[in-house]
């Protein structure tokens, strides 16, 4: 398991989300790069909070894959947990 710490700041002066970095060593393990998507879903049990985090892909063909109904997307396997501590 890897640990990996970032400072969270404010998305822009009147909005209400925030946005952080993505640790060189995860960005290279999911193989992101700038302009990809990513899923954040959060995952409840064992009186933990966990938020696990997808790189999201397009399907490149008409090939019939498992897809979202929302956006047609795909998600891959790679991902990467957070847990509330």
């Known amino acids: 398991m890897f640990g990996y710490e970032t400072k969270v700041t404010r998305a822009g002066r009147r909005?209400?989300?925030v946005r952080t970095?993505?640790?060189d060593a995860i960005v290279h393990m999911l193989e992101i790069s700038a302009g990809d998507e990513l899923e954040?879903?959060?995952e409840f049990g064992n009186g933990a909070t966990?938020?696990?985090v997808r790189k999201?892909?397009?399907p490149k063909n008409n090939v019939p894959s498992?897809?979202?109904q929302r956006d047609?997307?795909?998600t891959t396997t790679q991902r990467a947990t957070f847990e509330e501590v």
């Open 15 to 17: 909005s209400r989300t």
């Open 21 to 23: 970095s993505i640790p």
């Open 40 to 42: 954040w879903v959060l």
């Open 50 to 52: 966990k938020a696990v």
């Open 56 to 58: 999201v892909t397009k």
């Open 66 to 68: 498992t897809t979202s």
């Open 72 to 74: 047609k997307t795909t």
